[in-house]
């Protein structure tokens, strides 16, 4: 399954008051999946706070004790992806018995369903088909089913029918926990002062604990030098400035696109099909707030437009937000997606 990451185990999940319920429950799924209540298995949180790594574990081990399971794991933007494509290419039916098939279905960051309605629906039959057979459900999500916006209801109410453990920043004594284990693994040992110290200074995620842990060692390795506390202290502070980078007119593009289900390059054609129309639009007043592009270079970039389309543009968004409801949760869905990456 190259889906599956074996690097990500229950074995290396350290475990805490953060994740305890959510990890256990894991544990019983992998046991005996489709044969508890938690299906589907929901695990929320925040970015960073492990819900890939849990996920990804539970389907290692159900690999690992029934390797005749068929365990697919698919972040739900790939799944997005991938029926866009079979509507394009006419293989929605190969698309959907592929999906009916599994045993298991992992998927990932289900928030990303916002807004793509046709995605959607086939996730929904697809879901019942699953559940209905006894197979087992396994989702994350950046937020509990209850506060998911652009969701159907109805697949909002599938989604609450089993169980919904959240992830939360582990405890200072988790976080070292999962320090320590990161060194052992990498057969580095740092001194304890330095552990603690990351570990009190980076308390909003394990993805930047980890990352920074991974630059002090690597600084360790390379330079063959010992970390102490004053080199740590200085090269952590070096870590958390991580000035954030540019966004590009390709990247708002290729967001809006996913968003909407539209294929990429149809917003640069000359198409008024409504939804590319409206595609297209959003793409300039993002390029126009996000990027310092002049209104000239962003018309040119959206399909050798004049600037006077993109304050057209621009002024149709302002007009939406303010008085469609939907259209600004779209908005401001993007908007967030864009001030992550
Ligand atoms: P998310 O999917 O919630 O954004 P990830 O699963 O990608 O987060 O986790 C980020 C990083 O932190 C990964 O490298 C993961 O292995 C690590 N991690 C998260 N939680 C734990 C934990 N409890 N024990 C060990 N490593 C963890
Ligand atoms: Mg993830």
């Not at 190259?2 to 019983?28: H, K, M």
């Not at 004594?173 to 284990?181: G, P, Q, S, V, Y």
Request: glycine share 6%; hydrophobic share 40%; aromatic share 10%.
């Amino acid at each position: 399954d190259p889906q599956l990451n074996s690097n990500y185990t229950f074995d290396n999940y350290i475990e805490g008051d953060c994740n305890r319920l959510a990890r256990s429950a894991g544990y019983a799924v992998a046991a005996k999946p489709g044969g508890t209540s938690f299906n589907p298995l929901m695990i929320y949180g925040g970015v960073g706070l492990g819900k890939t790594h849990l996920a990804q574990a539970i389907g290692n081990e159900i690999k690992r004790n029934m390797p005749d399971k068929l365990v697919i794991y698919v972040s739900c933007e790939k799944f997005c992806q991938q029926f866009v494509d079979s509507l394009k290419n006419n293989t929605i039916n190969d698309f959907v018995n592929f999906y009916q098939a599994m045993d298991v279905i992992i998927m990932d960051d289900v928030h990303n369903f916002a807004g793509k309605e046709k995605t959607q629906d086939i996730f929904f039959h697809i879901f019942n088909h699953l559940h209905q057979s006894g197979k087992q459900v396994i989702l994350s999500s950046d937020k509990p089913p209850k506060d998911l916006a652009g969701l159907e209801e109805r697949l909002l109410s599938r989604f609450k029918w089993g169980l919904s453990a959240d992830l939360q920043i582990p405890d200072l004594e988790t976080r070292i926990a999962i320090l320590r284990k990161k060194m052992y693994a990498d057969g580095i040992e740092l001194p304890a002062e330095v552990v603690e110290y990351v570990a009190h200074n980076i308390d909003n995620n394990v993805r930047e604990l980890e990352g920074a842990m991974v630059s002090l060692l690597a600084q360790s390795t390379l330079n063959k030098k010992d970390i102490d506390l004053a080199l740590a202290k200085q090269m952590l502070k070096n870590f958390i400035k991580n000035t954030s980078k540019e966004i590009s007119m390709e990247y708002i593009q290729k967001l809006v696109c996913e968003y909407f289900e539209v294929p990429v390059d149809m917003v640069k054609s000359q198409t008024r099909k409504r939804e590319i129309v409206q595609a297209r639009q959003i793409s300039m007043y993002l390029s126009k707030s996000h990027t310092k592009s002049s209104l000239k270079t962003i018309g040119a970039f959206f399909g050798g437009r004049d600037h006077s389309t993109v304050i057209y543009a621009c002024q149709t968004v302002e007009d939406l937000i303010d008085t469609d409801k939907k259209f600004k949760g779209y908005v401001y869905d993007i908007q967030k997606k864009l001030k992550m990456s």
